[in-house]
Structures are given as C-alpha cells and as structure tokens.
C-alpha cells in the first residue's frame, strides 16, 4: 500500500477563492507529479518535481502554482478558483529505485460554484 | 491521433468471462504500465513492464515491444474488477507518463 496522501478528498468553493491542496509521501521519494482529470477523460499531467526547490510545469496549461520546501509535501494553490478549474486532482510520486513506477494519492475532487 | 490508444473503450461482460483489453502506443518506450481507478477517484498500479509477460493473481499483461502493443487479461472476472483500466507509458529516458483515455469494464454478477 502506498503512503501518499492528499487533502481535502472533497471540496466545494464559491469563485474567487484561495484554495490550497494537499499531498504528502512518507516514502522519501524524490520525485512528484500533480495531474488534473476531467470525468470520463484522460489524466493530464500539470506540475512535476525532481526534488527540493525544483518545479515543472507539466504538458497541460494550469493557473495553478506549486511548491516544493520539503521532500515529502507538495501542495498546490489555486489562487482565485473558477468554475473551469472544477476537476478531480490527483498527486504521485516515484522514486530512484523504480523511476518510472508512480504511486498515486487518491485524489481531490474539487467543484468550484 | 492520441500516443496512447486503447480499445475498447467501454466493455461490460458477464461474470466469470475472460477479458481483454488492448493497448497501443506510437512512440519508444522505457516502460508501459497498466493501472486501475474504481469509482472513487483513486489509483493503483497494477503492473509496470518493458517486455514479456507479468501475472499478479487472476491478472496477466503482456507487451510486445516491436509491434507497439500491450494487452491486459482478467480471467474468471468478478463485479470487483469493475472499474477503469489505463494505460500509460514512459518515453525513453523520460519519466513523466502518456496516458490512454482508459476502459470502462463493467462485470455483471
């Protein structure tokens, strides 16, 4: 079982709002990934880390910004939430013994009115 | 023309069936790996492999590295294993994933 874990698992925000969720591993991997998932679509990567004080913009345009201080906790922020920004956001991590094998947070459902 | 294709794109079947579902990617690869997402949102690995064949209990993938393919087999399939089945595969040397659009499989008890 995977030791990743994100904050809130649901959440629902009027527009305009300042939202911040949360992810953290307790596997010490150096690397994570923040995806957005529309229903019924495919996942889209928006924000990756290699580490400490490096971060990524992923292939999916995102307002949301990230940050990386510790190893285990990467948190994303959505500075003034939209009604387009309602989504399912998911958080994973891999680490440097199987780097390509990424363990998945089970996600925030996010609905913005 | 997505990298990641898979087919079918919905499946429903009896209990007990033997399922298939395929997968096809258009680029080189380091790895390929199958995961699984139930109705609430979460996902796991289910296999991670670059050649050959892997089986985790009832669960068999294969990949076939020159003609681009991979399948994923459910034998003797339970109302549990309904749930969306992805495929997502790492570039060469790049560890960000390429995702499918996933199989929605539906078993009927």
Same mark, same amino acid.
């Given at each position: 079982?995977?030791?990743i874990?994100?904050?809130?698992?649901?959440?629902?925000? %009027?527009?305009? $709002? $300042?939202?911040?969720?949360?992810?953290?591993?307790?596997? %010490?991997?150096?690397?994570?990934?923040?995806?957005?998932?529309? *229903? %019924?679509?495919?996942?889209?990567?928006?924000?990756?880390?290699?580490?400490v004080?490096?971060?990524? $913009?992923?292939?999916?345009?995102?307002?949301?910004?990230?940050?990386?201080?510790?190893?285990?906790?990467?948190?994303?922020?959505?500075?003034?939430?939209? *009604?387009?920004?309602?989504?399912?956001?998911?958080?994973?991590?891999?680490?440097?013994?199987?780097?390509?094998?990424?363990?998945?947070?089970?996600?925030?459902?996010?609905?913005?009115? | 023309?997505?990298?990641?294709?898979? @087919?079918?794109?919905?499946? +429903?079947?009896?209990?007990g069936?033997?399922?298939t579902?395929?997968?096809?990617? =258009?680029?080189?690869? =380091?790895?390929?790996h199958?995961?699984q997402?139930?109705?609430?949102?979460g996902?796991?690995?289910?296999?991670?492999?670059?050649?050959?064949?892997?089986?985790?209990?009832?669960?068999i993938? +294969?990949?076939?590295?020159?003609?681009?393919? =991979?399948?994923?087999?459910? +034998?003797a @399939?339970?109302?549990?294993? =309904?749930?969306?089945?992805?495929?997502?595969?790492?570039?060469?040397?790049?560890?960000?994933?390429?995702f499918?659009?996933?199989?929605?499989?539906?078993?009927?008890?």
């Amino acid at each position: 079982e995977a030791d990743i874990y994100q904050t809130p698992r649901y959440l629902v925000i %009027g527009t305009g $709002k $300042k939202i911040t969720l949360e992810c953290s591993q307790t596997m %010490g991997h150096d690397k994570m990934y923040w995806y957005q998932q529309d *229903p %019924g679509m495919e996942l889209h990567l928006i924000h990756y880390s290699y580490g400490v004080n490096s971060t990524e $913009k992923g292939d999916l345009s995102s307002e949301s910004t990230v940050s990386r201080i510790r190893t285990e906790h990467f948190p994303l922020t959505l500075e003034s939430a939209r *009604p387009s920004h309602t989504s399912q956001y998911l958080c994973a991590s891999s680490g440097t013994g199987t780097p390509y094998e990424q363990y998945f947070g089970p996600g925030t459902r996010l609905t913005v009115t | 023309k997505n990298e990641v294709e898979q @087919s079918p794109q919905n499946l +429903t079947a009896q209990e007990g069936e033997f399922i298939t579902i395929n997968c096809s990617y =258009s680029v080189g690869i =380091s790895a390929l790996h199958w995961l699984q997402q139930h109705p609430g949102g979460g996902i796991v690995s289910l296999f991670m492999l670059s050649s050959g064949k892997k089986k985790h209990g009832r669960l068999i993938a +294969t990949i076939n590295i020159q003609e681009k393919h =991979s399948s994923l087999h459910i +034998t003797a @399939s339970h109302p549990r294993d =309904s749930a969306v089945y992805i495929c997502a595969v790492n570039g060469f040397g790049n560890e960000k994933l390429t995702f499918g659009t996933g199989t929605r499989l539906t078993i009927i008890p």
